[in-house]
């Protein structure tokens, strides 16, 4: 597509549109743009300049959300939350991990996922790559139940070795009150609760498919189905939800979603302090007795 204005062939003073964002109608950097350190949005130099030692590293998922969810649900909650706190505290952000550990919803068109093993040490190494510019603390600010497990083995492999303090953080667990209180029928997946979360973050609610939703997922949530005698006798949710919903995600709404998006950031931002305040010492492995 050739530029507006100028050419290459003009030479750099021919260029002004692409040095000019005011004149060519494009907004200017903010100043929270400028303060804020979402790692993708900065220079090398403004990086370089970052004195704190922690950085927020959201992850999610791309599968399946019920037919009124969209299969980005998890990695959009997570970097919301990630970067409201970044803003919010200075903290390094990350880029977003975007798929994960997801098979159990494979059998949904588009759900992408990773084998575990693979994810495990992707997350490894980029956290690796994070302590070679300083940085020895770490929240996996996560949205995806899959990661879970994954995540806390990770941690665990880098505090092992005194590489990094790690830390996987779920939104929806730092405020379960919160959550209880807002939903009559809450759901583990692709219910009210996420579902009012992208309606205020997103604005991507399919709200003519809500009513399928209920109608075809899973509603109550009766966990008693998934275990026996104390084992676990599902592994795939299409066991348990023909559509892959949980709960009742007709209960949703984006006021809802403020709520819970407000206070998982708050909850979020003082993880964040917390670690950012322990002395380096605390964070290493104890020494052998």
Request: glycine share 8%.
């Amino acid at each position: 597509m050739p530029l507006q204005t100028g050419s290459v062939a003009g030479g750099i003073s021919g260029m002004d549109l692409a040095l000019n964002p005011a004149e060519a109608g494009r907004p200017l950097v903010t100043e929270a743009l400028q303060s804020s350190m979402h790692l993708p949005d900065v220079t090398w130099p403004e990086v370089a300049a970052y004195d704190e030692s922690i950085a927020l590293v959201p992850l999610g998922s791309t599968e399946q959300h019920g037919p009124h969810l969209p299969e980005g649900t998890d990695h959009m909650i997570a970097r919301g939350l990630s970067r409201e706190a970044a803003e919010r505290t200075g903290y390094l952000c990350t880029p977003t991990i975007t798929v994960g550990v997801s098979d159990h919803h494979r059998q949904f068109s588009g759900t992408m996922w990773v084998e575990p093993p693979v994810f495990r040490d992707y997350v490894e190494s980029l956290t690796r790559n994070l302590t070679a510019h300083g940085i020895d603390r770490v929240i996996y600010v996560n949205a995806h139940g899959g990661n879970v497990q994954h995540l806390q083995e990770v941690s665990k492999r880098l505090h092992k070795d005194g590489t990094a303090y790690a830390i996987e953080w779920m939104w929806d667990e730092s405020i379960p009150e919160l959550v209880d209180e807002l939903f009559e029928t809450n759901g583990p997946h692709a219910g009210p609760k996420e579902t009012s979360m992208v309606a205020y973050l997103e604005d991507l609610v399919r709200e003519d498919e809500l009513e399928a939703a209920y109608e075809g997922g899973m509603v109550p949530v009766d966990r008693e189905t998934f275990t026996r005698n104390g084992a676990r006798v599902f592994h795939d949710s299409i066991e348990n939800s023909a559509n892959g919903s949980f709960g009742d995600p007709r209960d949703a709404s984006a006021e809802k979603g403020a709520q819970l998006f407000e206070a998982a950031t708050d909850q979020l931002v003082e993880l964040a302090d917390w670690l950012v305040d322990r002395p380096k010492d605390d964070l290493l492995p104890a020494e052998y007795v």
